[in-house]
């Protein structure tokens, strides 16, 4: 997945549960459950993000 389209969902997850997290308060299941699904967004987000920082630095220093 690319980085865009993963931003997109994780502002709609981060959206979805604020929402729930106001309306249905902060321990119940739902936002729970959006809130670890946020999360397993936001690593995916960080791990690619690594790994492109990671294939950068190898290049320049090709390149060097």
Sequence with gaps: MNITRLE????F?????I???IKKGLNHP??????QQLDK????????KFY???HH????QCLG
């Design 41 to 48: 967004l936001l690593n995916e987000y960080q791990k690619g």
């Design 13 to 17: 997850k981060r959206n979805r549960m």
């Design 57 to 60: 630095i190898a290049y320049l």
């Design 52 to 54: 492109r920082s990671i």
């Design 30 to 35: 739902d936002t729970i459950r959006l809130s």
């Design 8 to 11: 997109i969902k994780i502002n």
């Design 19 to 21: 929402r729930s997290g």
